[in-house]
């Protein structure tokens, strides 16, 4: 018996079509995956189903009777919770505090919380201590706690938008269990993924949109995976290369070794030089080590490790926005440790940060203004911007890197993940001077397709002459693109290997600092 029925939805945004007489069924006790490219409409159709959005045309039934929700708190009413891609947990509060918010109770029982949370530990193997603030939580811990939240309420579909893009290995296993748990206690679970190998494990059927309409629904088992990526791409991806068969995970399983470059490279000179770093966050506590690192022209160095091993940190300090405790940066001859942001660009470093929504851009002003932010001077006379120039500039650019917008006009807001990534990227390689590249995270959240475009972009310059630093959480994509990789473990480099002998069993054990290379 269908759980959720929809029946010709459609939903439009001005001239936008995001959604076109969408019809599905999501079946009692089953894993139901959607699946495709960013901009294809998966989150919208979730917060249809969430009451976020209501449709424009088309019905929706939820257990056999009519569902309409005129917003969230009429879709938890009926059954139906949702986890998103950005948590909506408070910081300074404890897990069981957070849990209390928004209950309908006139009294609270912060006690009776407890005893749910105890229970769904047994069911679920949801641990979770009740008094730590969500601050001290990590990210896998802190979407442990949205999932509890979800699952108070004994709900009939859990709905996760992107759940798994800043999970690590473990946490993602972790949740992909979960997942098949819900479902085997008779509940149904819509979730949304670009990771083939995630719907390969835990799907019982997949359904593939792309613009806006839905191309296939298929049963997993049995399934050709590579059959659901054509159709999710719309053209077929024999010829992407390792890159793209290590980041979709194309046969659903790991290979042994992958391996970005045939063998060794032999790098240029020095590009970046890292000599001593030492970073220590404002409660004193150290996150880099005495690092030491060297990137030379025409080569890609990854950086592997653990989120929270001091990776995120490196990436600050790299960008400016952050000043190391002690340690030496070079970039191209110059000392750029401890210098702003601009100063940095000025001497010939690209920035794409771990953050693009924070950091990278502002999604409130247009596609133009942010390819060209910090460089409106180029368009610039007697005082005045010439903002047709910079707009035919901006155009030209967005060919250049097939940033799709339907003009540089438009919000930057508007644009899906991976394309405003693309931009992003665009900007950074399109500086002058250009001589070191930073991509810190650089596919997080994005789709197939993205995927292939940005470490197209980035080997591209690598090509060029460009030197690289890739830091990714994504050991895959880092083995399939890198030429040679650092393991960072407690803010110190413990080992590198080079590209044709990579091997995830070594790097894993140095990632974990149970060897040294």
Known sequence: MAVLELSGLTKRFGAFTALDDISLQIERGEVHCLLGENGAGKSTLCNLVFGVHRPDAGTMTLGGEPFHPRGPAEALQRGVVMVHQHFSLVPNMSVAENLMLGRASAVLKPQDIIVRMEQLAAEYGLEIDPEARIEDLSVGERQRVEIIKCLLGDPQLLVLDEPTAVLQPDEIDALLAICRQVALR????????????EISRVADRTTVLRQG??????????????????????????????????????????????????????????????????????????????????VGTGEIVGIAGVEGNGQTELGLILAGLAAPSAGAIVVGGAQVGGCTPQEITDAGVGIVPEDRHAVACIKELSVAENLYLGAIGKFSRFGLLDKSARRKAAEAMMRDFDVRASSPDVSMASLSGGNQQKAVLARELSLDPLVFLLAAQPTRGLDVGAIEAVYNRIRAARDDGLGVLLISSELEELMAVSDRIAVIYRGKLVGELAAGSFSREAIGAMMSGHAHV
């Open 186 to 197: 008779g509940k149904s679970v819509i979730l949304v993924t670009h990771k083939l190998g």
């Open 213 to 294: 309409r839905i191309i296939e629904t298929v049963a997993m088992e049995g399934a050709d995976i590579r059959s659901l990526v054509r159709s999710m791409v719309g053209r077929d991806v024999q010829s992407a290369g390792s890159v793209l068969a290590a980041a979709v995970d194309i046969e659903g399983k790991t290979p042994a070794k992958p391996s970005g470059a045939a063998g060794p490279v032999s790098p240029g000179e020095a590009v970046l030089e890292i000599s001593d770093l030492v970073y220590r966050d404002p409660h004193g506590v150290p996150r880099l080590d005495g690092l030491s690192l060297t």
